[in-house]
């Protein structure tokens, strides 16, 4: 089966950086675009950035911009967000998953899928 495992949250203060991993098995890695999304209390999950395979054209949310960085290890079926400069409105539980490049910015979260655990990251004021 599809499984995806993210990790690398935490608890940081604003201005700091956390480096969060996407772990894929149960399908061919590098044949899927991989998006990011995080969902805060009481809102609805966004998508956040995402990537095609073999490092190809990435995708940012205008909220993240200059700020985080998407990457991928088709090798270690692992996909990466770097974040830096982190504010308190990005507190949220963080998710990865296979998406549509081309419909990332446009669909909402919930047509996408399957969804692991997440990964919590608060950052303090």
């Known amino acids: 089966e599809v499984q995806l495992v993210e990790s690398g949250g935490g608890l940081v203060q604003a201005g700091g950086s956390l480096r969060l991993s996407c772990a894929a098995s149960g399908f061919t890695f590098d044949d899927y675009s991989i998006g990011w999304f995080r969902q805060a209390p009481g809102k609805e999950r966004e998508g956040v950035s995402c990537i095609t395979p073999s490092d190809g054209s990435t995708y940012y949310a205008d909220s993240v911009k200059g700020r985080f960085t998407i990457s991928r290890d088709d090798a270690k079926n692992t996909v990466y967000l770097q974040m830096n400069s982190l504010k308190p409105e990005d507190t949220a539980l963080y998710f990865c998953?296979?998406?549509?490049?081309?419909?990332?910015?446009?669909?909402?979260?919930?047509?996408?899928?399957?969804w692991g655990q997440g990964t919590q990251v608060i950052v303090s004021s």
């Open positions: 998953t296979t998406t549509s490049f081309s419909k990332f910015g446009s669909t909402a979260a919930r047509d996408f899928g399957p």
